[in-house]
């Protein structure tokens, strides 16, 4: 996520703490996409395990790798609204369902933009990639996204702390 503020039923949640500066590089664990022809994209994406990490997510970073990246994984299928507060660079918004495809790309992101943007249903994780990679790579919606962040032991966030994030979903 980048630029994103915590939404819960339409209102932003934050601790009232204006974020002011990127954080800090966060652990990154590989993420492969499989495409519907079967080639294989490789990612190292960092992991927004914690509602604060969520919340600034790719924040005022200059750049976003072409094989990097941001994955948010949800505590369970849910709607995942973003926006692109404070986020300086357009990003690919990859939504992802229970079965781990992709169920809709939101591509080049407008930098600095509330508008929300939606992932058109319940969706377990949103990964954040720099802007055009999935055009460029040809990356559609139904290709197969595979990490481990997506084990129940690498659970990023506890149900009870579920919230979205302007640009992103926390």
């Not at 954040?128 to 290709?143: C, N, P, S």
Request: aromatic letters at 6%.
């Amino acid at each position: 996520m980048v630029g994103i503020f915590p939404i819960i039923d339409g209102f932003a949640q934050n601790d009232q703490s204006e974020i002011t500066r990127p954080q800090p590089e966060l652990t990154k664990q590989p993420l492969t996409i499989t495409t519907k022809t079967g080639k294989k994209h490789q990612f190292l994406v960092e992991i927004a395990k914690t509602p604060k990490e969520q919340e600034v997510g790719e924040m005022f970073r200059p750049h976003v790798p072409e094989n990097g990246g941001m994955l948010f994984v949800w505590p369970g299928p849910q709607p995942s609204n973003m926006w692109m507060k404070n986020t300086l660079v357009p990003l690919d918004m990859v939504f992802i369902d229970g079965h781990h495809r992709i169920q809709a790309i939101a591509e080049n992101t407008v930098p600095y933009s509330l508008a929300p943007i939606n992932s058109r249903g319940a969706v377990i994780a949103t990964l954040e990639l720099q802007g055009g990679i999935t055009e460029k790579l040809g990356i559609t919606v139904g290709d197969t996204v595979d990490s481990a962040a997506f084990e129940p032991d690498q659970s990023t966030v506890s149900k009870g702390e579920a919230v979205e994030i302007g640009n992103k979903k926390k």
